[in-house]
Every structure is written in C-alpha cells, then in structure tokens.
C-alpha cells in the first residue's frame, strides 16, 4: 500500500524559511519512472503544483517560485523535503506530496497535507 | 495551459445526474484526470486517461473528451458525492495546472 505523509510547522513568520517533509512508504524512489511532487492549496482557492523530483533526481519547480523553492529527496528515509525561503502570509494554505509514475502519470496517492499559516 | 471549469458551483437533488465541464487552453490529448476533494480531505484521484476510472472509483463517475473539452459525469448522485471536483493536465508539463474546480452541492 503506498502512502505519503506531510510533516512541518504549523506556523511560520514572515520572511522566514518554511521547511516541509513527505514522507512515504510503498515505493522507492530509486525505481525508474517514480516522482514525488508538492501541491499547495490556499484556505478556499484551487489546487497549484509547486515542484516535481524524480527518481534521477531531477527537479522542476513552478517558473513563479523558482527562486523561493528547493525540493530534494533522501532516499534511505524515503524522505521528500521541500524548502520556501522568505515566506509571505501568501503563502498560507495546505501542503501535499503526491506521486506519480511512468504507469500512471496522475497525481495518486495524496498525503493528507499539512496547515501553514504564515503570520506575525 | 490554462485549465478553466464550469459552472463554478452546482446544486442538484439526490439521484439526478450531473456533467461537469473542463476546457484546457490547448490541446492535452487525453492526458487530463478528475479528482475529488471532499471538505477538509485530501484530493483523490477519480479519473484519468480523460475517461479510465481509478482504482476503487464508483461506475457512477465516467470521464470523457479529449484535446480541450472534457466532461465528467456522475450518475445517481448520492449524498457523498458533495464535494468540489478538480481537473487537471499532465500533458504539457511543467507546469502541471489544475482547472478552479467545480462545487457540487447536494440539495
């Protein structure tokens, strides 16, 4: 059964660097073809993908948050670990990992995210 | 891509049918799925292929199109389909891009 669990604070400051981590269980990402990604979702508004690492340790990042964003992976914990520099209040929401593969290139299984709240 | 939705929200009685509407800025063949988020949960994974049903899915949800326009439909609506419904292109990526999603209410 695979699953995806995210973990991180619940609460951060403004200009403040948020560091969020999915951890999973069911796959390796050392398998050819398996990716994990981080969607975000404002209270209230639509899903965003936010960055993709694959298991040749490939990144892709959303061209907005380039610069704000580093996604990484630690194989031997099955760790995906997603990194925000300067956090706005924007920036505010729930955090998913999800994973995808060369037989289904679908977002599935999400983890149950976890709430960020960025405020003074 | 620009994925866009509609309506924006539904409201529809138990046991009626109900077709909900993605439109992508180009084409993304059939690489397009559906997923459902009901409140407070994680998003799940309804459709994909534009029209195959994901494991455990209910034969009441069947997707179709292909290129721009897409449909999902749900047949019989049952209390626990209240949900907000999302599509969203693997196509041309990245970036992956969701639609705004659809809220289905049931009266």
């Known amino acids: 059964q695979v699953t995806l669990r995210e973990s991180g604070p619940a609460l951060a400051r403004p200009t403040e660097t948020l560091t969020l981590t999915c951890t999973f269980s069911g796959f390796s990402l050392t398998t050819s073809g398996m990716c994990v990604s981080w969607i975000r979702q404002p209270p209230g508004k639509a899903l965003e993908w936010l960055a993709l690492i694959n298991w040749d340790d490939d990144k892709y990042y959303k061209t907005s948050l380039k610069t704000r964003l580093t996604i990484s992976k630690d194989t031997s914990k099955n760790q995906v670990v997603l990194t925000m520099t300067n956090v706005d209040p924007l920036d505010t929401g729930t955090y998913y990992c999800?994973?995808?593969?060369?037989?289904?290139?679908?977002?599935?299984?999400w983890g149950q995210g976890t709430q960020v709240t960025v405020s003074s | 891509v620009v994925m866009t939705q509609s309506p924006a929200t539904l409201s529809v009685s138990p046991g009626e049918r109900v077709t909900l509407s993605c439109r992508a800025s180009q084409s993304v063949w059939s690489n397009l799925a559906w997923y459902q988020q009901r409140p407070g949960q994680a998003p799940r994974l309804l459709i994909y292929?534009?029209?195959t049903r994901a494991t455990g899915v209910p034969v009441r949800f069947s997707g179709s199109g292909s290129g721009t326009e897409f449909t999902l439909t749900i047949s019989s609506l049952q209390s626990a389909d209240s949900a907000v419904y999302y599509c969203q292109q693997y196509n041309h990526w990245p970036p992956y891009s969701f639609g705004q999603g659809t809220k289905l209410e049931i009266k």
């Open positions: 999800t994973r995808t593969h060369d037989g289904q290139l679908a977002f599935d299984p």
């Open positions: 292929g534009a029209s």
